[in-house]
């Protein structure tokens, strides 16, 4: 994973090739499948889980963690290509109309925005795009086929109707996690 070691979701170029163990020049998303399929082949039933966070662990920048109801929500398979061409392109997408949300609303370049963003809530966009799906999907407060993640400041954006969700107002174990987590209120 070495030739992924520096690389970040929201600026990954999929197609990019990098050279592999000295002799193989592979492409990004072929290093992140080949990755995926062999930490998954090494478990059972909660293989391809477990591969995701394995992954997350290694590339925390890079690579998001999903579970069953995730790949279900996203209607992708639970394997090492869904997670390689289908999941972590997904995930790239939604962190990058969350910056442009944010550069559009302050007014500011993209580097800028990114800083902020992450230096706000000491995570990488890859954990805060995790946890998004995790109360989208997980917590099942909200239909996941009509909300984006568009605003990483607490805010939620039904895409949909174009109308606010605050955190309130999503539902009450989501108002609990967020105190807890990042203090806000």
């Keep these: 994973m070495d030739a992924l070691e520096h690389e970040r979701l929201e600026d990954i ?105 992450t230096q706000k809530y000491g995570r990488t966009l890859a954990k805060m795009v995790d946890e998004y799906n995790w109360v989208k999907i997980r917590m099942r407060c909200v239909n996941c086929r009509h909300v984006r993640f568009i605003s990483i400041e607490s805010k939620y954006y039904c895409d949909l109707k174009k109308t606010f969700i605050s955190p309130k107002n999503i539902c009450k174990k989501w108002n609990e996690n967020i105190n807890r987590r990042y203090a806000l209120i």
């Design 13 to 117: 170029e999929f197609n990019a090739t990098k050279m592999v163990n000295g002799n193989k020049i592979l492409k990004h998303v072929e290093i992140i499948e080949s990755f995926f399929a062999k930490f998954s082949s090494l478990g059972n039933r909660f293989s391809c889980v477990a591969a995701s966070k394995m992954l997350h662990l290694i590339c925390p920048s890079l690579l998001v963690m999903w579970d069953n109801a995730i790949c279900t929500c996203y209607g992708l398979k639970s394997d090492a290509t869904s997670y390689a061409y289908g999941f972590v392109p997904l995930m790239k997408y939604e962190v990058n109309e969350a910056i442009t949300t944010y550069m559009e609303s302050h007014k500011c370049e993209r580097d800028v925005a990114i800083k902020e963003i």
